[in-house]
């Protein structure tokens, strides 16, 4: 069992908790996961891993409550326990060797953006981070961002905090104002990392991205993260979650990925109606 040492609501469906995992928590590199079932009877679902306290011995996780599991997750408390808590698993972000980067976190996906520059940060690498979310209500992590970047670019969809419009927006205004990166990371929807990878391909910009949100069981079993990657196949949690950007067919995952939203939809209003939450 693993208990909950905090929880707390970063916006109205995103929740933060941090773990006791002491282990986990003294192995795990940024861009790997975790596997939590919150009950004997629960669904697996992965989990990235946003920092790690080794003086507690806890990991922090931020769940993005959507679904049944995470809405569950979100009504949990400080000093409740997690049933199971697996990892780390996945290959850990190649953060080494370079010279200059930019780390791009679309929504929640911020939360995995952020140990990237946090780590590339402490080798003092210089980092821009650039955070993209719909509106002011659901920006996460604002202070914890800024304090490990070089520059914190905010936008939302709106305008109504920071900049207005997307993160490719900024992303190319960077480039085209000499900022020479040699590698951009970026976490988010699907279709935001392909308008990532069409923006930096015309410069030749090394472009990583993490398909962790397509993943389900985390070991290759079911296949449901299973992505084109340079014309081969590749399941996101055993040979990712991190792929070059510009190798992966975002096409096809995108279609796939939609391919269930009647399911997903069913499964969320009745874990709505039993747990509260928001659509």
């Known amino acids: 069992m693993y208990k909950i040492l905090e929880k707390r609501s970063l916006n109205e469906n995103t929740a933060l ?10 192995k795990i590199l940024p861009g790997q996961f975790v596997i939590i079932r919150i009950d004997e009877f629960g669904e697996r679902i992965p989990l990235t891993v946003a920092e790690t306290d080794n003086t507690v011995g806890s990991i922090t996780l931020i769940a993005q409550m959507i679904g049944f599991t995470t809405i ?3 009504n949990m408390e400080t000093g409740d326990y997690i049933s199971d808590v697996i990892g780390p698993l996945g290959h850990p972000t190649q953060l080494d060797g370079y010279n200059r980067a930019c780390v791009i976190g679309g929504g929640v996906g911020a939360a995995i953006a952020y140990p990237q520059a946090k780590y590339l940060y402490s080798k003092r690498v210089p980092v821009d981070i650039i955070a993209g979310f719909r509106n002011r209500d659901i920006v996460i992590l604002e202070k914890e961002m800024k304090n490990v970047s070089d520059n914190l670019y905010i936008t939302t969809d709106d305008g109504s905090y920071c900049e207005k419009g997307f993160v490719t927006d900024r992303l190319i205004k960077n480039i085209k104002d000499g900022k020479n990166y040699d590698v951009v990371l970026a976490i988010g929807p699907l279709m935001m990392m392909r308008a990532v990878a069409n923006a930096t391909r ?21 296949g449901s993260c299973r992505v084109t990657v340079g014309g081969e196949m590749k399941f996101a949690c055993v040979d990712g979650p991190d792929f070059d950007a510009h190798e992966v067919d ?11 939203r009647k399911q997903e939809l069913e499964k969320l209003d009745h874990a709505c109606r039993l747990y509260g939450g928001n659509r």
Not at 207 to 215: A, F, G, H, P, Q
Not at 250 to 260: D, Q, T
Request: aromatic share 6%; hydrophobic share 40%; with cysteine.
């Open 17 to 26: 908790l941090k773990v006791k995992a002491p282990d986990i928590a003294n």
């Open 202 to 222: 015309p410069y030749g910009i090394k472009t990583i991205v993490s398909l962790n949100s397509i993943m389900i069981d985390g070991t290759g079993m079911c």
């Open 72 to 74: 569950k997750l979100g």
């Open 250 to 260: 975002f096409e096809s995952l995108i279609r796939r990925n939609n391919a269930y």
